[in-house]
């Protein structure tokens, strides 16, 4: 396969992790693994990694944790290829396998199924934006609040005050949606969750929606702050509509097959979750 591969590699040891992964993937595993020219100079120093662009490989490779993958999934998004998460961070929802388990890639790979998750989409100046856990709309500094007007299909209008709105995705259920005190979804039901972020009224509840609508958030006072899976996108002082992508991404999963191998045993997703 031909990896077009995305490193987290803030620190010495990531770093280390990354060449590690490259060189078992490529060495041991056969595959042809490609970088940016911005990761190549950091993991070689030179350019040796820059080998076929993203669009030319066969998925785009993470490395890190789940901020990991959801950096990486706008590059898979842009080119429509699949994604495969390594996870050397802390959780990995989204991840097939361990660092670890690195020189078993292959026969992971074997029995990884492809998992086809929705996203959201919105315009922020003139450009189309994606997010595949969530889309918030938050307070722009600690001590202050932010006044939303939100419309959605088949729900009456309602004012919301208070630190945000978390607008998720079933794959990001159990990401701030969770903390949030949002709704865990099965990534395959057709929904889009609305977690409010610590009202200001005690009769403001999450809520799950038909994905065939879409969400319209108008900032009522001073500008909010707008997130698409947990990077800043910039400032809100307007209108933002918010809807399910026409296009979908498709990410490697491992989980059932792990289970029929080890009778008794729960697969992995199953005993992170």
Not at 130 to 157: H, Q, S
């Amino acid at each position: 396969m031909r990896l077009f591969f995305a490193p987290n590699d803030f620190t010495g040891e990531q770093v280390n992790q990354a060449v590690e992964c490259v060189r078992v993937l490529e060495d041991l595993c056969g595959h042809r693994c490609a970088l940016s020219r911005e990761d190549s100079l950091s993991l070689f120093g030179d350019e040796r990694g820059v080998k076929f662009a993203p669009a030319e490989s066969d998925a785009i490779v993470s490395l890190g944790g789940d901020g990991s993958v959801l950096r990486a999934a706008q590059t898979a998004i842009a080119c429509s290829k699949p994604l495969l998460g390594i996870n050397s961070g802390r959780l990995g929802y989204l991840c097939a396998l361990d660092f670890d388990e690195i020189r078993d890639f292959n026969a992971i790979l074997s029995n990884c199924a492809l998992s086809e998750r929705s996203l959201l989409t919105f315009e922020y100046r003139g450009a189309a934006c994606y997010a595949l856990n969530d889309v918030t709309i938050g307070k722009p500094n600690f001590g202050e609040t932010v006044d939303l007007d939100v419309a959605a299909r088949g729900r009456k209008p309602f004012r919301l005050r208070g630190d945000g709105l978390i607008i998720a995705t079933p794959t990001g259920s159990t990401a701030y949606n969770l903390s949030a005190g949002g709704p865990v979804m099965d990534a395959s039901v057709p929904a889009i969750l609305l977690t409010p972020i610590c009202a200001h009224d005690a009769n403001a509840h999450p809520m799950v929606l038909d994905d065939r609508g879409e969400i319209v958030v108008s900032v009522r006072n001073s500008p909010a702050g707008l997130y698409a899976d947990g990077r800043h996108v910039g400032e809100l002082d307007g209108r933002l509509t918010v809807r399910r992508a026409a296009r979908r991404i498709a990410v490697y999963m491992r989980g059932i097959a792990d289970a029929a191998k080890e009778p008794g045993q729960a697969s992995r997703m199953e005993r992170r979750a």
